[in-house]
């Protein structure tokens, strides 16, 4: 039996450190987030998809069910 696709992941902003729980989307990448707390932009470290492939403590759905990403 395949893994399961986890669809939430805690991102923590390497700002200020403050971490969130979020879900993530399915269909498509997401390259940037505000943290809540600091409200910096969080934008992909180089070579990343999306900020939950940075930031997340899991990896975006596409990474995980490795098909690639949607670059």
Same mark, same amino acid.
């Given at each position: +039996?395949?893994? @399961? ?7 923590? /902003?390497?700002? =200020? $450190?403050? %971490?969130?729980?979020? #879900? +993530? !989307?399915?269909? @498509?990448?997401?390259? &940037? &987030?505000?943290? #809540?707390? /600091?409200? %910096?932009?969080?934008?992909?470290? !180089? $070579?990343? /998809?999306?900020?939950? /492939? #940075?930031? $997340? #403590?899991?990896? =975006? !759905? !596409?990474? *995980? %069910? *490795?098909? $690639?990403?949607?670059?």
């Amino acid at each position: +039996m395949p893994n @399961a696709i986890v669809l939430e992941s805690v991102l923590t /902003c390497p700002q =200020c $450190g403050f %971490a969130k729980l979020e #879900s +993530m !989307p399915t269909d @498509a990448c997401q390259y &940037y &987030y505000e943290c #809540s707390n /600091c409200k %910096a932009l969080l934008r992909p470290n !180089p $070579g990343d /998809c999306c900020v939950f /492939c #940075s930031f $997340g #403590s899991v990896k =975006c !759905p !596409p990474i *995980q %069910a *490795q098909h $690639g990403c949607c670059k």
